[in-house]
């Protein structure tokens, strides 16, 4: 606990002293959740501004406010900064005692392959039980607990209290999915990442970064964070995908040490005699010198570069390689991603989170590689998303699958018509239907497949919802493909 005091000192240079100086208990940023004794921080949202829910704060407890706005009032102290998502941050990081620095903290940044690369490594530390917490798109997990998010990367105060329970739970690694979102409006400020690594980068969030220069620097935020302190107990890395067209940018991003993966350039990590099949892959990992053989269930080409990050991050993190090996030998795979609906149907029908138009073509080549005969793609795009991705994701469809059926994915609060419409116009062939009732096109896709045809489901992954205008209701792919298997 900390008083108003302490706090106001630590953020401002010219810190206002509060007579009324009450112990802070918590920081809250939702007056909803606001309880007695808590600090409530105003942010000013997209969609409305926390400084209109103070007196909500104050009726569930809060005993002072963070403000930028000017607030009629003197029932409870105001501290007024500058900019308080900024202020959050740093507010957050020194209230909870600046828990990363006790922390072995992994950042994964990159378009595609963050969840993957994090869930790689828990099972890597897990197989050599060590403890772990995981912090991404599908939950938070620490230890054995979970917790649902809102957000890949959470606001600043639940993840700073986050780290502290971590912390005091002595977990030995926490691998965190660092999105471009949470770099730009600098969620993850003070956080003092041991590892950084980066996966790739192709089109995503350009309704929020507006253009492609912006979302790169957003991501290389990410490399600048692990500072420039030189702790030989603490050594940092940047781990780099080298065959990546923004390598060099990253690798100019960091004062760190860099270490490289890639299959095509050299690099410290590389993997070669390279053997990809419909029921899993093979390759030699070479690495400072050593050679070793890999053999997992994991499929694709993609997978192979999310296992080199994984790889070379487990072993920057004391993980020798046999025990690496080992632990993908016995991959459990990633919960949405290429997982497979199992059951004794002739053909095959994959779920997958892919939901860029470079996620789609490299699961979609993945799956023509191995391919016996059709291939079926059952695709959206979600609503209140970056909209240019569109035509390009329907494209992919039409380039790699034999027949698409175009659907719903999360339309949000854009009507679902209008957002098939923007895909309709990156197809050129008559090889596609449109069905806008997600299970209705996945049963349609069920009905069409014979045998040794595959089924791409695309878009949701391990999601259990779909959201329409502003409601949310159950929806999961698994189950819904499942069940159009036993009707048909
Ligand atoms: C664009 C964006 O990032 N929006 C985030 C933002 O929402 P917002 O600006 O609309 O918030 P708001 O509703 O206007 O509220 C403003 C403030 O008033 C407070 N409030 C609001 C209502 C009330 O009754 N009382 C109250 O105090 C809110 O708690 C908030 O502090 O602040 C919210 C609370 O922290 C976030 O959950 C929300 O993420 C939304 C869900 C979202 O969709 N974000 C996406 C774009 C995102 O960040 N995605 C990335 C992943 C991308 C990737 O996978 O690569 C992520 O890290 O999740
Ligand atoms: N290294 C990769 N390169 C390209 N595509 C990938 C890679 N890894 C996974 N994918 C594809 O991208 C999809 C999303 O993968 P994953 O969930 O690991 O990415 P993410 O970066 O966490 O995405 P998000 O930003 O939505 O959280 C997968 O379902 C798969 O189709
Ligand atoms: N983290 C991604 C998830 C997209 C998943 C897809 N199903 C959608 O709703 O667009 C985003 O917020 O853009
Ligand atoms: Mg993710």
Known sequence: M???????????????????????KGIQVDSRKVTASDLFVCISGYTVDGHDFVDQAIENGAVAIVA????DRNDVPVLYVEDTEQTLSFLANYFYDFPSNGLHLIGVTGTNGKTSVTYLLDEIFNY?????????????????????????????????????????????????EVSSHALELGRVNGCDFDIAVYTNLSQDHLDF?????????????LFSHLGNSYDPSKPKYAVINQDDHYANDFKRATSQRVITYGIDQAANFT?????????????????????????????????????????????????????????????????GRFET???DHDFGVIIDFAHTPDSLENVLTTIRSFAKNQVYLVVGCGGDRDRTKRPLMAKMGEKYADYTILTSDNPRTEDPRAIIADMEQGITTDRYTVEVDRAKAIAYAVQLAKKDDII????KGHETTQ??????????????????????
């Open 456 to 459: 791409l489901i695309a878009g």
């Open 271 to 335: 993997a070669k005699n390279i053997k990809l099949t419909a029921n899993g892959t093979e390759f030699t990992l070479v690495a400072f010198n050593q050679q070793i053989e890999i053999k997992t269930p994991l499929i694709g080409k993609f997978n192979i570069y999310n296992m080199l990050a994984a790889i070379a991050t487990a072993y920057l993190s004391d993980v020798t390689l046999e025990t690496i090996t080992a632990a993908l030998g016995q991959s459990k795979g990633i919960p």
């Open 2 to 24: 900390k008083t108003l005091n302490e706090i106001a000192n630590y953020l401002l240079l010219n810190a206002p002293r509060f007579e009324q100086n009450p112990k802070i």
């Open 128 to 176: 050599q039980k060590e403890t772990t917490a995981l912090i991404g798109t599908i939950q938070m997990k620490i230890g054995e607990q979970v917790f649902p998010l809102a957000n890949t990367t959470p606001e600043a105060s639940l993840l700073q209290k986050s780290f502290r329970k971590m912390v005091d739970e002595k977990i030995d690694h926490c691998m965190m």
């Open 209 to 221: 970064h507006e253009t492609m220069a912006d979302y790169l620097t957003a991501k290389l935020r």
């Open 467 to 488: 959201i329409i205008g502003k409601e949310t209701f159950p929806f999961d792919d698994y189950q819904v493909a499942n069940q159009a298997i036993l009707n048909k």
């Open 341 to 343: 609906v199992k059951g």
């Open 68 to 71: 930028s706005k000017k607030l």
